[in-house]
């Protein structure tokens, strides 16, 4: 079954800072991977996702993430954090549709 | 740009009592799902369902959960008799044109309260 790990459920960076939050997935079939971005009292937005056609994949607000088979990672990462990114971030990885979160990581962004 | 739109925002109600959550899934989508995060836990998957009927379901939906389109835009989450542990944030997501595996939209949520 696939199953997701997000290592840290706090991180905080200073305003300017690398962002790197990680993941880590395992299936038994080439996975879709998913990230998505709770902001306070709202829903999951959709910061980016795999689907096999390249492996750093870029998405909305400056995010990428690469795709590491051989470490079953997709860590997500920002060069450059603003106040704004803070908000919780979750992992998924498909399974034959339905979304397998991992628990989600709650980022902090010191100004 | 379209958006998943879930009402009520939040609903506060007596444990045993009915309720139904509402939500309108982006229009041209075939697939809709409903997900649940307890607070502080994570997100997961309650039920999926595609040409109108439930696709698959986790152990979590039971006999008190049950879901319907019932005309074609709205599609609803009813628990028959609420329990404590039933409090949670409810998110609806419709995806996919042509796959399962398209990008899952969701909606706001729905705060439920059980009393």
């Known amino acids: 079954a696939q199953s997701v790990t997000q290592l840290g459920s706090h991180v905080s960076v200073s305003e300017g800072a690398l962002v790197l939050l990680r993941c880590n997935y395992s299936s038994s079939v080439p996975p879709y991977l998913f990230w998505y971005v709770q902001y306070p009292n709202q829903g999951l937005q959709l910061l980016l996702k795999?689907?096999?056609?390249?492996?750093l994949v870029k998405g909305i607000n400056g995010f990428e993430a690469e795709f590491k088979k051989s470490e079953t990672s997709f860590h997500l990462t920002k060069p450059s954090a603003h106040m704004s990114d803070a908000a919780e971030y979750f992992c998924?990885?498909?399974?034959?549709?339905?979304?397998?979160f991992g628990q989600g990581t709650e980022l902090s962004v010191k100004p | 740009e379209p958006e998943v739109t879930q009402t009520p925002s939040h609903q506060v109600t007596q444990m045993g009592q009915e309720v139904i959550l509402r939500c309108v899934p982006i229009?041209?989508?075939?697939?809709f799902y409903w997900y649940r995060q307890i607070l502080g836990q994570k997100v997961e998957f309650l039920v999926s369902?595609?040409?109108?009927?439930?696709?698959?379901k986790s152990e979590i939906f039971d006999d008190q959960f049950s879901v319907e389109r019932p005309d074609g835009s709205n599609f609803t989450l009813k628990i028959r008799s609420t329990k404590l542990e039933d409090s949670a944030m409810y998110f609806c997501?419709?995806?996919?044109?042509?796959?399962?595996?398209?990008?899952?939209?969701f909606g706001p949520g729905t705060r439920l309260l059980v009393l």
């Open positions: 997501a419709s995806g996919g044109t042509s796959g399962r595996e398209e990008t899952q939209y």
């Open positions: 795999y689907t096999s056609a390249a492996t």
């Open positions: 998924a990885v498909s399974d034959r549709g339905k979304l397998i």
């Open positions: 229009s041209n989508h075939l697939y």
């Open positions: 369902f595609y040409n109108n009927e439930i696709s698959e």
